[in-house]
């Protein structure tokens, strides 16, 4: 079994999606502390040819909740604001009416409460829109309660893996040598995301798959490493 293990980001790059492509199942990092000014709740659009952020408010950023508990603020109209700045900056875009559907009803006002159930619903969409497997396991069902380089092994133990998808940067903290004295093999994601045409203007990156999806529609999946 070749299992990554990634955090249920919002609107996550092409890069999350390379490691779905690659490996047998992901196991959703639920269980670790929300980051504040992370990919937990924000992602990057192209706006005015720039990168600009698009974040979902949350209450208590600073009570250390894990992500599975973090709750989205109803006190800001962070839809409206979200689906205008996906409408205004994409509707010309080749595969913009394939996805407005879906896109107009995700940022319903109050149709999301937590986090994590929102970040995951638009991770099974593209999954779904682009025909690739999302197989996946919470970690909070494995109950594993190790930190660092042994949580990652310990979850990896609770999900059968033989083999492990670890991002580039897991080089710098991953116990390779208590990987291999349990049985499992490291490898290491080599992804880069590929530029590629977008309606506005010089390719700028990398941004929220949704960018890719506007622009490249099926040809995503050949982007994100699918064959």
């Excluded at 919002?10 to 999350?16: H, L, N, R, S, T």
Aim: neutral net charge; aromatic residues 14%.
């Amino acid at each position: 079994m070749f299992v990554t293990i990634h955090q249920p980001e919002f609107m996550p790059w092409a890069g999350f999606f390379n490691k779905i492509i690659t490996t047998d199942q992901i196991v959703i990092l639920d269980t670790v502390k929300f980051q504040k000014n992370y990919f937990d709740n924000r992602c990057r659009i192209k706006q005015g040819g720039k990168a600009q952020w698009l974040t979902v408010p949350v209450a208590h950023r600073d009570a250390g909740l894990p992500i599975n508990q973090m709750e989205i603020s109803p006190d800001v109209p962070w839809e409206k604001k979200s689906w205008h700045a996906l409408y205004y900056n994409y509707h010309k875009a080749p595969h913009w009416k394939e996805h407005a559907p879906f896109l107009e009803s995700f940022f319903s006002p109050g149709r999301w409460k937590k986090l994590v159930d929102l970040n995951r619903a638009f991770i099974a969409y593209v999954c779904e829109s682009l025909g690739l497997p999302f197989k996946f396991r919470l970690a909070s069902e494995l109950k594993v309660e190790s930190h660092g380089s042994q949580l990652v092994l310990d979850l990896c133990k609770a999900a059968g893996a033989s083999r492990y998808l670890s991002g580039a940067f897991g080089k710098d903290y991953l116990d390779e040598g208590a990987f291999k004295a349990a049985g499992v093999e490291l490898v290491f994601q080599d992804y880069s995301c590929p530029a590629y045409e977008q309606f506005d203007g010089p390719y700028v990156g990398p941004l929220s798959v949704v960018d890719m999806l506007l622009n490249q529609g099926p040809r995503s999946r050949e982007l994100l490493g699918a064959s």
